[in-house]
């Protein structure tokens, strides 16, 4: 668990702090509620949890379980990262539309609902990629 603390933590954070770069670079106020599209801004936050997860489920593979990982071993580790790192940039999500911009609300819990999904795809292809192929299956 010591891992998944480590990069959920990472994830969570660096999620948390775009949240706020997001807000000062203006991409909130010029989009909402004007209209429904993204910004070119907020599809770079797509390779914090792509970075994190990679970094997180192959330090869980070399270092916690020997150099040997198999596939529903990596998508428990990527699971735990994804849990602890949710819970983190929730907490920041709620300040931010708390305290700063009230006006987002559903619209950014629509956004972290998909964040949560991609996250999901993420650590499904992450621990194909990194895990030891089978010889028999």
Same mark, same amino acid.
């Given at each position: $668990?010591k891992? !998944?603390?480590k990069?959920?933590? %990472?994830? /969570? *954070? ?6 706020? #770069?997001?807000?000062?670079? /203006?991409?909130?106020?010029?989009q =909402?509620?004007?209209?429904?599209k993204?910004?070119? *801004?907020?599809?770079i ?8 997860l =990679?970094?997180? %489920?192959?330090? #869980?593979r070399?270092?916690y +379980?020997?150099?040997? $990982?198999e596939? #529903? ?12 790192g /949710?819970? %983190? ?6 300040? =931010?539309?708390?305290?700063? +911009?009230?006006? *987002? ?5 629509g956004?972290?609902? !998909? !964040?949560?999904? %991609?996250?999901? *795809? ?7 990629l990194l $895990?030891?192929?089978?010889? +028999?299956?």
């Open positions: $668990m891992n !998944a603390v990069y959920g933590v %990472i994830i /969570g *954070l660096l999620s948390g702090v775009w949240i706020f #770069f997001l807000h000062l670079m /203006g991409v909130y106020e010029e =909402y509620p004007k209209n429904d993204a910004s070119w *801004l907020e599809y936050s797509v390779f914090i949890p792509l970075i994190g =990679y970094l997180g %489920i192959k330090s #869980f070399n270092n +379980n020997g150099g040997r $990982m596939f #529903f071993e990596g998508i428990f580790e990527g699971f735990k990262i994804m849990l602890v /949710g819970v %983190i940039a929730a907490f920041f999500v709620v300040v =931010y539309v708390q305290f700063v +911009n009230n006006e *987002l609300g559903a619209d950014i819990m956004r972290v609902g !998909a !964040a949560g999904f %991609i996250g999901v *795809l993420f650590t499904l292809s992450i621990s194909l $895990m030891n192929k089978q010889r +028999n299956l």
